[in-house]
């Protein structure tokens, strides 16, 4: 390079090197660093030195991925709701219920009819809740894929689907004059990312069991940070943030930010049936319960079944102070006099309304309830064992549930069914004390074998009838309708599954 020679030059390169440098532009870390800050969260960065350039780069991509404005609402929504005072809870009164003893046969034929011709007309969607796996069942597979050991060897998934095959059977025969055309019933499964993958490549590998594709929509709920007692993220390892699923109630936020909601109604569909995958007897897309909720005109219904004694641990719907909203307290919340309470007048438990997961909704309420609980970012706190960088460490998990739409809802109707028709929960391994897989399994064959003796069919068994019985598959018959033909005069070998 040139020396400057002239005097012009001298003076030129005397202010150029007194210019000062520009400064630094800031690294994605310092400028993480400096957005954490805002919020008290800057110690997940406490061992960046220590990392390698792809462990930066996987802390760097798992911090710039979360919505930390939202996040840190949440915190502290949650945090501040603990402990503030709560209404009095009230028994739900027995007249505000449609109890199976108070129905009419002729209100169940005009609610199965009004259920079905909805059905018809493309207004009903359903929701599955199916984010778990089934790990308390020894599988690491997501619960849907279990077989529970009935004869016919079928899935959660595949005894569900074919429900939904065969109400949309019904359906199409009811309604149609003339050749039936086909009824479509959009089905969305929620999974979360642990189960996303494996349950599409379970549903590919059975191609779909006999739906057609572009009925079945799979979506994701989210995941959230696990916090300290003061808010503070928990690092699962020194680059990654320990994270948890939002919980089943998580399907509100992620039916809306995945614009469901907005596709169910470019559908048509104007009623959510929605349910939890670990229900073997459950009624999806039930007629009569969508019929029901229609003619009451709620925003929101549940189905219900009375506790079995006073210290089951399931959760009962309550009313929230006077004259206040039903919703669903755990039964953790229920002190020893008041799960023990009887009505003088039935001499049965005052609170008995068992919540089980089967739920009904209008859309214009799920678009209601989506913006109302984000709006108020409550979530429960569950106190559980996290794993960190200093092994397991006791935090929270922040979640939300499914009935913590009720309180939001202007209406809700409960609808009573029998738990031996319409609730045989799968939660724990077999040799647990209850909610196996084998009392699921036997819970289907005596609901089956009732429909088969009544239909006029006959039974014999090598093994006493309590421990056998038959499978009736859902494309034969929904609830037990139309088995005469297939039934009448015939003796069946228990176990078998009776088939078209």
Sequence with gaps: MKEPTTEIEIA???????????????SPHQALVE????YGQEDVFAHWDELSPEERDLLLSDIENLDLPR?????????HSQGLPTAAIEAVPENCV?????????????????????IYEGKLGVVLLSGGQGTRLGSSDPKGCFNIGLPSGKSLFQIQAERILCVQRLAAQAM???????VTIQWYIMTSPFTQEPTQKFFESHKYFGLELDQVTFFQQGTLPCVTKDGKFIMETPFSLAKAPDGNGGVYAALKSSRLLEDMASKGIKYVDCYGVDNVLVRVADPTFLGYFIDKGAASAAKVVRKAYPQEKVGVFVRRGKGG???????????????SATNQQTGRLQFCWS????????LDFLNQVANGLEKDSVYHLAEKKIPSINGETVGLKLEQFIFDSFPYAPSTALFEVLREEEFAPVKNANGSNFDTPESARLLV?????????????????????????????????????????ICRGRTFHAPCEISL
């Design 71 to 79: 996040i840190d609402r949440i915190i502290r929504c949650s945090l």
């Design 176 to 182: 149609s004059e003339g050749p039936t055309r086909p």
């Design 35 to 38: 957005r954490l800050k805002d």
């Design 98 to 118: 449609s109890t199976v003893e108070g129905r009419t046969k002729e209100d169940r034929e005009k609610w199965w009819k009004m259920g079905l011709k909805a």
């Design 12 to 26: 030129t390169a005397a202010v150029t090197t007194m210019l000062p440098l520009p400064p630094p532009t800031a």
């Design 355 to 362: 919540n089980v997961c089967l739920h009904m909704f209008t």
């Design 445 to 485: 064959l005596r609901l089956h074998t009732r429909w088969v003796i009544a239909a006029g069919g006959f039974l014999t068994h090598s093994v006493p009838l309590y421990a056998t019985g038959v499978e009736v598959s859902p494309l034969c018959s929904y609830a037990g309708e139309n088995l005469e033909a």
């Design 325 to 339: 909203p039903l919703t669903v307290v755990e039964y953790t919340e229920l002190d020893q006099s008041m799960a």
